[in-house]
């Protein structure tokens, strides 16, 4: 079964300048993630889709940061504009179970490492 | 109080000795629980998901206390290959099966294995 892939793997940029990360989740699975992870901490939630719908984008910096998943299956994250502090992995999850509180394992992505010069 | 809290270590242990993690979580609604593991530049991956009535799997236990509102993990006879950062999982709380219910991932524990 083939994972979850995301592309580029490496992206330098200047600040002010925008990027756009893609993420093809593992076949079949409904519930999509983005997550930062910026070195030294845990993974950040950015938002959440189910199938092409958004569930929780409550922490996604809506002045840069925008996302979409219009056939329900792949997606992406733009930064428009860049700041230094967007620098970090971004990781695309995908799951295939989401019931009333209860989620399945999460697949991540090898992600996508941003540096803003 | 933070989301999930972790103790960030490093966790410094001869191979073979038995190491304890904990994790805190302030919101007593969440009823998904794991422990990732993510080695260094790679993605995190399950390690094993925490149920109340406690769970093992080979030499790692992980308890939970709804009570507390407090994770653990054991890792028993540590070899080098389990040298990683240890990252304690919790959902939000919406359970209505429709609300945000994506996962909160602490800082993660780093654990290095000395021969």
Not at chain 1, 14 to 25: D, G, L, M, T
Not at chain 2, 76 to 104: E, F, H, I, P
């Amino acid at each position: 079964e083939a994972g979850v892939a995301q592309s580029p793997r490496y992206k330098i940029i200047e600040k002010r300048q925008s990027v756009a990360f893609w993420c093809n989740p593992i076949s079949g699975h409904a519930t999509l993630y983005w997550y930062q992870q910026i070195l030294g901490q845990g993974p950040k939630l950015l938002i959440q889709f189910q199938n092409n719908g958004v569930v929780d984008d409550s922490q996604l910096p809506k002045d840069r940061f925008s996302a979409e998943r219009l056939k329900g299956v792949d997606s992406t994250l733009k930064i428009q504009p860049a700041k230094l502090e967007d620098s970090a992995v971004y990781l695309c999850a995908s799951s295939s179970f989401r019931d009333r509180g209860l989620i399945g394992e999460l697949f991540f992505g090898e992600g996508s490492r941003l540096t803003v010069l | 109080r933070k989301e999930v809290e972790q103790d960030p270590g490093p966790f410094n242990v001869p191979e073979g000795a038995t190491v304890a993690f904990n994790c805190t979580y302030s919101n007593s609604a969440s009823q998904s629980f794991f422990w990732y593991r993510q080695d260094c530049r790679k993605e995190p991956k399950l390690l094993m998901s925490v149920y109340s009535s406690g769970n093992e799997d080979g030499r790692f236990t992980a308890q939970l206390n709804r009570a507390s509102q407090y994770i653990s993990l054991l890792i028993r006879d540590s070899k080098l290959s389990d040298s990683a950062t240890y990252l304690c999982v919790v959902n939000k709380t919406d359970v209505s099966g429709g609300g945000a219910d994506g996962l909160t991932f602490g800082k993660g524990t780093h654990l290095i294995i000395q021969p």
